[in-house]
């Protein structure tokens, strides 16, 4: 993929990890605490999927889905700090975790086209801006040039907990597998990423060890040092 270079004032925090390992609210709570606007990118992968099951595209084709997101107009639109994305001026918003997405958007994710579209839009919005993304990719291909990247994991048994928790029977186990294996931009810890076990960490406490990192990395250091 050919990428447009960030401008000076670009900052990207990638928080990649697997499903319910805790980043989007980590993610969520380090972008209010900097003033940075949020992005959780898996909203937009959701999104091309709620997208494609409304034109009644079988989900497992992969030229049918790649064809649909060519198609497709991709905004990421804001609320407040908040991006979120709009498909053909659609706002999906109250579907994207809807059983049959969720059962459609890991094989949607997994296609070539699908990945190229949306790291090109995600890299698009970020341009000029201060954001913390989270997502599966961020730090190893969609922002491999950021020196703030963060890896956010957690016990599997932990992961599927918090995902009953939150009132889901998504199976964590098929989703990892899918995301992990798929032959374009994998799930995968980035180099030079920090890695944080949020198993026994509240969001406090992965917010405080990822605070600490970007302190000792030098960014805004006199916000980020006087507040921790
Ligand atoms: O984080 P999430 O569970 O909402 O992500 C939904 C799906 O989107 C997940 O199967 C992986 C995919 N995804 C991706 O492939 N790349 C991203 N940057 C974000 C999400």
């Known amino acids: 993929m050919t990428k447009p270079a960030l401008t000076k004032e670009t900052v990207v925090i990638a928080i990649d990890g697997p499903a319910a390992s805790g980043k989007s609210t980590v993610a969520r709570e380090l972008a209010k605490r900097l003033g940075y606007r949020f992005l959780n990118s898996g909203d937009l992968y959701r999104a091309m999927t709620w997208s494609c099951l409304q034109s009644g595209i079988d989900c497992k084709d992969i030229s049918a889905v790649a064809t649909a997101a060519g198609n497709a107009r991709i905004k990421v639109a804001h609320e407040g700090n908040e991006y979120y994305p709009k498909i053909d001026e659609d706002d999906a918003r109250t579907h994207l975790r809807d059983p049959a997405v969720n059962a459609n958007v890991s094989p949607v994710s997994a296609v070539p086209a699908v990945r190229y ?32 990247k963060f890896y ?29 294996t798929r032959s374009t931009d994998p799930l995968t810890v980035a180099a030079g990423a920090t890695v944080i076990d949020s198993s026994t960490l509240d969001v406090n406490g992965v917010v405080g060890a990822i605070m600490g990192q970007l302190c000792s990395q030098g960014l805004s250091a006199a916000l980020l040092c006087s507040k921790e």
């Open 152 to 180: 956010i994991d957690a016990h599997p048994q932990v992961r599927q907990r918090r995902r009953r928790n939150q009132g889901q029977n998504e199976e964590i186990a098929q989703r990892d597998m899918i995301d992990s």
């Open 117 to 148: 579209i949306l790291s090109a839009a995600i890299r698009t919005h970020a341009q000029g801006r201060q954001t913390v993304i989270e997502g599966r990719d961020i730090g190893s291909a969609v922002f491999p040039e950021t020196p703030y």
